[in-house]
């Protein structure tokens, strides 16, 4: 079986072709970053209308890098949500375009169910599985018994990772994206030396919380300026910023893996997925905790952790 996956929920157009023998025969991204760097993160018209601009020829891409045609695909899949609703429109028309027009089984699939099943694309991980969802405007720790079988152990209240390492690099100043600005500054930070605040340090529970450190972080920006911020004082403001978002999700990691041994006592994957999945720093951070609790942490490939069509096909 051969299915076409579209994806235009943000501000990546892209198309890919997977069988359902886990090969990923295409996997097309046109990132629209250039038209969104000088406001500093996505603008819905500007998505919306470059998704339309480009889908086609982004679609016949895929097909022709897999070596196929649409009379050859057995089904065609899209996001329909959730995300900017302009894009997902763009998507979802033209998905059922195509399947109108050539005969084929149209099915929109959920956006985050995309990201959460992507590791049985890569890694053939059994159910059930401990999943911790990071990106933009996500974060939640989730077990997964089957498709379409979620239970939702927390998330955050308020802000998501990615979109707490957004405003922390436009305070900063840095460039859009925001995320791997800050990582590679904060490569060359002193992590320990502003101390921020941990997040609900002394809350049980699974949800987590990043209004409160994006505060912290712009009041001792904004107290350094009157003095005069100095580079280095960025970068370290940068790695302890991202110190204290991973030792608060290590912590949470920690309570949502003794509700999964309660709720799944076979259980012994945990999978990190989501945009934010492909900062370094925090991968490594969970996965000592991962590893003194006996469990294995995966996490798909960093082109398969942001927004991608493969994970929507499969």
């Not at 996997?27 to 970053?33: E, G, K, R, W």
């Not at 690099?169 to 030396?193: F, R």
């Amino acid at each position: 079986m051969l299915v076409l996956g579209i994806e235009t929920s943000c501000d990546e157009t892209a198309a890919a072709v997977v069988s359902d023998t886990r090969e990923i025969r295409s996997n097309v991204v046109l990132s629209q970053t250039a038209e969104h760097i000088p406001y500093g993160g996505v603008v819905p018209e500007i998505a919306a209308r470059a998704h339309i601009e480009h889908v086609d020829t982004i679609v016949a891409e895929a097909l022709r890098r897999a070596e196929t045609a649409l009379v050859n695909v057995d089904a065609i899949a899209v996001t329909g949500g959730p995300g900017l609703i302009g894009g997902v429109i763009v998507g979802v028309m033209i998905a059922k375009a195509l399947a109108s027009v050539h005969g084929k089984p149209f099915i929109a699939v959920n956006h985050l169910e995309g990201h959460a099943l992507t590791a049985r694309l890569t890694d053939s991980v059994e159910f059930p599985f401990l999943l911790l969802l990071m990106s933009g405007g996500h974060c939640q720790f989730l077990v997964v018994h089957g498709v379409g079988d979620y239970h939702r152990l927390g998330g955050t209240v308020d802000d998501a990772l990615g979109e707490a390492y957004d405003k922390t690099a436009k305070v900063l100043g840095l460039s859009y994206p925001g995320g791997p600005a800050v990582e590679k500054l904060a490569a060359t930070g002193n992590p320990k030396n502003f101390a921020f605040p941990i997040p609900m340090r002394k809350r049980g529970g699974c949800d987590l919380s990043f209004s409160g450190l994006k505060t912290a972080v712009r009041m001792q920006v904004t107290e350094l300026q009157e003095i005069g911020i100095s580079e280095q004082d960025k970068a370290d403001i940068a790695a302890s910023f991202q110190y204290t978002a991973g030792e608060h999700v290590a912590e949470r990691l920690q309570h949502a893996l003794k509700e999964f041994a309660r709720l799944c006592p076979d259980g012994k994957n945990v999978v990190l997925a989501g945009g934010v999945a492909a900062n370094r720093y925090l991968r490594g951070r969970l996965e000592s905790v991962t590893q003194e609790q006996g469990m294995r942490l995966i996490v798909p490939p960093p082109a398969l952790c942001t927004d991608n069509a493969a994970m929507i096909a499969w």
